[in-house]
């Protein structure tokens, strides 16, 4: 009896293993289920045979501190730009209108950002001479602007002679013979659309493009209009168009180099004056995003903020950043001129503003930069040390000397004084700790009190206070 059951259960246990016990290859082939039964396969086999970074999308076009935009050239960057901006999943996401651009006229770029700013609100794409790139074909039909209040609901706005105009919408045309008239009339189109002049005016190089590329971010975001001028003779269309704002604050983009000495006496008979410049395009950008006068400027010195990187090399890359300046992003532009690595300019300023933190990280602020192009701009090095020096780092608190940079011999402000405004640890905390939100606190870098909605060391991302110490200002404002 116990033979026999032994017996049975052995032929059950062939038979569930598909094994045959008639000695015929080919029955227990015919027995044995094949992969398909026992266990269906999800995965595709050509992709078995991908690298994981073509299975997965590695390296990623995002990190946890930067986001690449684009692709190839700025045409790409700025159909990327609009349509991260404008998602237009509804009708309150879609754009009221679509600027066309000639992506062989940067000038036309610089200066049409303004038309990104408030009330009006319309990204940029562009077009190559007169027929439109696939991409911005696409853009465009998918953003499907919608035709704002302005512009007796123009829904595309073609800046400068040889734009295409789309037959399928509704088209306002802004001309002009050169860079200097283009200028002066988006200007006085802009002017029309606001209601007024603006208070404050750009006038930069119409010459020498990377000195005039960070005008772009700061017209989106204030509204004010960009003019430009050759280094030795202030053209008349831009001389009549600065009269036309009323004796505006007249701010100058650019070094004596490309807007020489007697363009800012000339100026200076139509308004204040005054310049910010730099040396080369990486600096004079980050001077520009530094500088701050009453209600003209970024005046970026703390950390909890944004920013774009682009190329100097890429001048249309400008009218791209004009869309990331506004709509919550606020972000100024900030060039490269070198795709493999940081400059070191670059890299010591987003340091000066990198944000740190000593108890807890979800009180603090946050960066983030934006890069346009893709690694012919800006290479995955380069943006993985972008990564690095935007990261919110823990600090180390050394009483009231203030704090230590990790892995480094950078000992801090330390705790600032009744006096000093600037960077310690924490915002008047004399123990480094961060104290509580007070009007008369002086700005500090440690976790700080939490500022009021529109205070402005309340950041981009975070409305909390905090910047790693070691670095002048801090993130915390007063509420």
Known sequence: MTKALATALLMLLLALTGCSVSGDPESADRAAPSVDQREPSTTDESEEEKPLEAVVG???ATTKSTTRLGGGDATADAAAVASVVFPSTSDATRPPAVVLVDAGNWQAGVAASVLMSSPLGAPLLLSDGDELPPVTEEALGRLDPKGGDQLEKAEVIAVGDGVPKPEDRKV???????PYELAAAIDQTYSAIRGEPSGNVIVTTGERAAFAMPAAAWAARNGDSVLFTKRDELPEATRKAVREHERPDIFILGPESVVGAGVEKELAKLGAVERISADNPVDNAIEFARFQSEDFGWGITAPGQNFTVASAGRPLDAAASAALATKGTFAPLLLTDSAATLP????GYLLDVQ???DANPNQSVFNR????????AVSLAAQGRLDEITELVPVEIEGEAGGRRPGTDDPGRGAP??????????RGGADGAGGPPDADAPRGSGSGGAPGADAPGGGANRPNGGGAPGRPGGGGGPP
Do not use: N, T
């Open 58 to 60: 590695l390296p990623p």
């Open 172 to 178: 306002e045309a802004i001309g002009g013979r050169d």
């Open 344 to 347: 070191k300019a670059l890299e």
């Open 355 to 357: 944000p740190g933190y």
């Open 369 to 376: 930069a934006y890069i346009l192009g893709d690694a012919s």
């Open 417 to 426: 004084g009744p006096d000093d405004p600037g960077g310690g640890s924490g």
